[in-house]
């Protein structure tokens, strides 16, 4: 049987949790009212934008977002309908696809920039000094690597 949390270590957990769902909550309510993007869409056009050529295969773009492949193929289906992205077969062997940002995406994610990142700012790095800072990146620097290898419940 898993041993129980210390108080100390509930009260750390339940922090994370709550102020991280409040926090991705509040990030995607004031995303979507400002530009009618999603937080996924944002996070797909950002890694595609920083990509060589704006594009990347599909299962590499699902496993720089932490998406499952079928989750990768909804979300860029739902951005192709609205033209932030489009899918092509692979230039080098055309049995796989790519995800493309397309210049109407690119558009989309420059003038969201600004105003997301207000949002980050006003949220959570303006209330945060350097050593928390710092902190932060150690931690979950060190977690993301892991999580993001462990494989993906379909």
Known sequence: MTEPLSETQQAAWRAFVESSWALHTRLEDDLRASTGLSMADYHVMVVLSEA???RLRMGELAGRLVFSPSRCTYQITTMVKRGLVRKQSCSDDGRGQEAVLTDAGLAALT????LHLATVRETFIDDLDEAELAT??????RLGPRLRTQPLAV
């Open 111 to 114: 003038a969201a920039a600004p």
């Open 52 to 54: 060589p050529g704006r």
């Open 136 to 141: 932060i990146t150690r931690v979950f620097g």
